[in-house]
């Protein structure tokens, strides 16, 4: 009997060590899993960011975070994604501000018609001016990171070569696009860009106003078989997490995402600027497109030109207790800086 006993008294042992230590184990090995909402397809750029952001948190975690990844639009649209990210519809959210026009002022600095020649500047120098002013429009959340589309230029069926070649030529554009287009002498015409191919093509436009990495990722080479190197304006995106989700982050995984904020914008813009000159590349080798760039005196109109814009931004955030003109020049110091 004593035999007996002490095995049952081995085998509740081994009950009681399974009950009370796997558990923990379990509780170790759980990944903390994150949502992180995009718009775009899953082609393009910020969604390519996106993919390599989820992969770094992973490795540089050693498996601690998953992140489950949501393209085009499938877990919060667009203009949702901000307010999706601070009441938990999503515990991540890429966004871009210009599509809620008046609710990231220091943002839309960044924007406006500046001429930086990349994104990799462009992004930086949104990043450093984020940083400069922690901005009341980021208040409810977390910035992971920010960066922007490479700049936007011009791409026509008929060659532009010159600022009067411009002139009220009918070309897609949104946002500040139309608002440049209209001081540079051309007709905007506002839609989406997944309706312009077949605009295009039925006359309604004779171009678009977009970054040129389009050119492949929409094969928008095809149809318009010029493009004119212009600088005209980016647009600016951010990568931002509910504040609630990160105030619960363990320390490490905090640091971990922190340490990768500004790499993220620089990697970004890199990326995408070589895309552009990859873009190009391609469409140059199969459809014999041609790139053309404005004179100085050219470049030198447009900023004149557009000055308007950035004088009516100044006079808009003074208005909203906002430094416009000190902001106005960071951009432009940052962009100097950035340029070099």
């Given at each position: 009997?004593?035999?007996?006993?002490?095995?049952?008294?081995?085998?509740?042992?081994?009950?009681?060590?399974?009950?009370?230590?796997?558990?923990?184990?379990?509780?170790?090995?759980?990944?903390?899993?994150?949502?992180?909402?995009?718009?775009?397809?899953?082609?393009?750029?910020?969604?390519?960011?996106?993919?390599?952001?989820?992969?770094?948190?992973?490795?540089?975690?050693?498996?601690?975070?998953?992140?489950?990844?949501?393209?085009?639009?499938?877990?919060?649209?667009?203009?949702?994604?901000?307010?999706?990210?601070?009441?938990?519809?999503?515990?991540?959210?890429?966004?871009?501000?210009?599509?809620?026009?008046?609710?990231?002022?220091?943002?839309?600095?960044?924007?406006?018609?500046?001429?930086?020649?990349?994104?990799?500047?462009?992004?930086?120098?949104?990043?450093?001016?984020?940083?400069?002013?922690?901005?009341?429009?980021?208040?409810?959340?977390?910035?992971?990171?920010?960066?922007?589309?490479?700049?936007?230029?011009?791409?026509?069926?008929?060659?532009?070569?010159?600022?009067?070649?411009?002139?009220?030529?009918?070309?897609?554009?949104?946002?500040?696009?139309?608002?440049?287009?209209?001081?540079?002498?051309?007709?905007?015409?506002?839609?989406?860009?997944?309706?312009?191919?077949?605009?295009?093509?039925?006359?309604?436009?004779?171009?678009?106003?977009?970054?040129?990495?389009?050119?492949?990722?929409?094969?928008?080479?095809?149809?318009?078989?010029?493009?004119?190197?212009?600088?005209?304006?980016?647009?600016?995106?951010?990568?931002?997490?509910?504040?609630?989700?990160?105030?619960?982050?363990?320390?490490?995984?905090?640091?971990?995402?922190?340490?990768?904020?500004?790499?993220?914008?620089?990697?970004?813009?890199?990326?995408?600027?070589?895309?552009?000159?990859?873009?190009?590349?391609?469409?140059?080798?199969?459809?014999?497109?041609?790139?053309?760039?404005?004179?100085?005196?050219?470049?030198?109109?447009?900023?004149?030109?557009?000055?308007?814009m950035i004088d009516d931004y100044i006079k808009k955030v003074n208005a909203m207790g906002l430094p416009g003109e000190q902001i106005v020049k960071d951009v432009y110091a940052f962009k100097a800086k950035y340029e070099k």
């Amino acid at each position: 009997m004593s035999k007996k006993i002490t095995a049952l008294l081995i085998f509740a042992a081994f009950l009681l060590t399974l009950c009370v230590i796997a558990p923990q184990n379990a509780g170790a090995q759980a990944p903390i899993v994150l949502k992180y909402a995009n718009f775009p397809p899953a082609p393009t750029f910020p969604c390519v960011q996106m993919e390599r952001w989820a992969k770094e948190v992973e490795k540089r975690t050693a498996g601690k975070v998953k992140v489950q990844t949501f393209p085009g639009g499938t877990l919060l649209p667009a203009k949702s994604i901000f307010d999706g990210v601070v009441t938990g519809t999503a515990d991540i959210g890429n966004f871009a501000m210009s599509y809620q026009p008046g609710r990231f002022p220091l943002s839309e600095a960044v924007d406006l018609p500046i001429g930086f020649k990349s994104a990799k500047a462009a992004s930086l120098a949104l990043f450093d001016l984020v940083e400069k002013y922690n901005p009341k429009e980021f208040e409810k959340v977390k910035v992971l990171t920010l960066f922007t589309c490479p700049p936007a230029d011009l791409m026509t069926k008929t060659p532009v070569r010159s600022l009067k070649d411009l002139k009220g030529m009918e070309l897609r554009a949104s946002g500040t696009g139309a608002s440049v287009l209209k001081l540079l002498g051309a007709t905007p015409v506002g839609m989406p860009q997944s309706e312009a191919p077949e605009a295009i093509q039925k006359g309604v436009v004779k171009g678009n106003v977009s970054s040129m990495e389009i050119l492949k990722d929409f094969n928008f080479a095809a149809y318009l078989p010029y493009a004119t190197e212009a600088n005209l304006f980016v647009v600016s995106f951010a990568v931002v997490m509910n504040k609630d989700k990160w105030n619960a982050m363990p320390a490490d995984v905090k640091k971990v995402m922190d340490d990768l904020r500004r790499e993220q914008a620089e990697w970004t813009g890199k990326y995408v600027d070589d895309h552009v000159k990859e873009s190009l590349k391609w469409s140059k080798e199969k459809y014999n497109h041609q790139l053309f760039q404005f004179s100085a005196a050219d470049t030198a109109e447009i900023a004149k030109l557009t000055k308007p814009m950035i004088d009516d931004y100044i006079k808009k955030v003074n208005a909203m207790g906002l430094p416009g003109e000190q902001i106005v020049k960071d951009v432009y110091a940052f962009k100097a800086k950035y340029e070099k």
